[in-house]
């Protein structure tokens, strides 16, 4: 059961223009404006840690902005547990196993629309994904399921499902029945 808290999620590493740390900083300021006591954690480590925490200052959010650091599996676990929404503003991304993590937990992901997130994420199953570095509409989305828990919660239990795909289980399942498929199609060649 999760147990969705006041705050919304950044995991992963601190990197400034790939990660979409600026977008992320930028939105997140537009929510506090609506929502006060809002809170941020950003949780990971990279080399923009200091450039992240000085914008917040400077956009005037640090106080609402909670600098985790890096944390153990236990921690990541708790942290996604209590989170209301994983927010994920990427340039770009490779397989997104930060944005499967949280589905698996329940959280949904508002993110952008890069690479293999879409695929990961499987709008509107996931989450929600607009277009990289749009921060008005990263604000958007999340606000739409911040002002409406009960979306919130049922996008929760539609990405739990959709991140069933990655489990290991389904993922071997799925690559030996690949593996088939090409094994007849050659056998059939070779006849």
Sequence with gaps: RRDAGAYVLYFGRLDWFQKGLDTLLQAFAELVRRYPELKLKVAGRGKDGERLANYARELGIAANVEMVGPVAPEERNRLLAEASLLMMP????????????????????????VDSLPEVVDPPHGGILVEPGDWRELAVAAAQ???????????????????????????????????????SETVGEAS
């Design 90 to 113: 990427s340039r770009f991304e490779g397989f997104g196993m930060v944005a499967a993590e949280a589905m698996a937990a329940g959280v949904p992901v508002v993110g952008t629309a």
């Design 145 to 183: 399921l911040i002002e409406d828990p009960s979306r919130r919660a049922a996008l929760g239990s539609s990405a739990r499902a959709s991140a069933a795909r990655f489990r290991w289980d389904n993922v071997a399942e799925q690559h030996l029945r690949f593996l088939e498929t090409i094994r």
